[in-house]
């Protein structure tokens, strides 16, 4: 679905900005930072995504399952480490 919108163009200080409407924001994910691609003649704002974004529920999910069982032993010696 593409949707447009006319957002209007205000001085910020000594640069200038755009204020994007609540429900956008909101609807898009942003909150306080995006990722901007700027191409020829436009600019697309992405929610950024934080490093490790999910992560625990992924892990929460894999316990429920069964699926967290440990692939090497934790309690291996340094040599040991080595053959592996």
């Known amino acids: 679905m593409v949707e447009q919108i006319k957002i209007s163009i205000v001085q910020i200080g000594s640069s200038r900005g755009v204020r994007i409407p609540k429900k956008v924001l909101t609807r898009l994910g942003l909150k306080d930072s995006a990722i901007a691609t700027i191409t020829d003649d436009s ?3 992405k929610a950024s995504v934080t490093p490790r974004e ?6 929460k999910r894999c316990h429920e399952l069964g ?10 010696d340094a040599d040991q480490w080595k053959d592996l």
Do not use: C, S
């Open 43 to 45: 600019i697309t704002l």
């Open 54 to 59: 999910g992560w625990e529920a992924d892990f």
């Open 67 to 76: 699926d967290d069982a440990l692939l090497i032993p934790d309690d291996l």
